[in-house]
């Protein structure tokens, strides 16, 4: 899914813009499907499986369409969905040691002033969940 949701390696042709729009309506359903997974997932142990391994980071981190507003509408939907699963024990899966970064924070700021308003309240409302922990 992750291979998914990052950009195709640069190909010619006239077929690039409809493989754009191919590539947005697939990763519109990944993040739809990921974020109905988070919302639904009680189990702690399930958590801990979904989130080891960086992978939530790199998922976080994949470059998204961000003029495209249904996709950065569902990308930031995905991310507040995170942030309210954010506790002690799961914060440290959030932290890139690599990068020295908390990529889900870090990501949200960088929307902070979209021209969306719906996305600028789901910043708000990821950054007070980070702070909350």
Avoid: C, W
């Avoid at 993040?31 to 499986?49: A, G, K, N």
């Avoid at 080891?52 to 969905?81: C, H």
């Avoid at 708000?124 to 969940?129: D, H, K, P, Q, V």
């Amino acid at each position: 899914m992750l291979r998914l949701l990052l950009p195709p390696i640069d190909t010619a042709g006239s077929s690039r813009s409809q493989q754009q729009t191919d590539r947005n309506a697939v990763g519109v359903q990944i993040l739809q499907t990921f974020s109905i997974i988070l919302d639904s997932v009680s189990d702690e142990r399930f958590m801990y499986s979904l989130f080891s391994n960086n992978f939530v980071n790199q998922v976080i981190a994949a470059p998204v369409d961000m003029d495209n507003e249904e996709v950065v509408s569902y990308y930031v939907a995905f991310l507040k969905a995170l942030s309210l699963k954010l506790t002690p024990n799961t914060i440290h899966f959030f932290f890139n040691e690599l990068m020295n970064d908390f990529p889900l924070y870090t990501t949200a700021i960088a929307l902070f002033d979209h021209s969306d308003s719906m996305v600028r309240v789901a910043v708000r409302a990821i950054t007070l969940n980070v702070f909350r922990i």
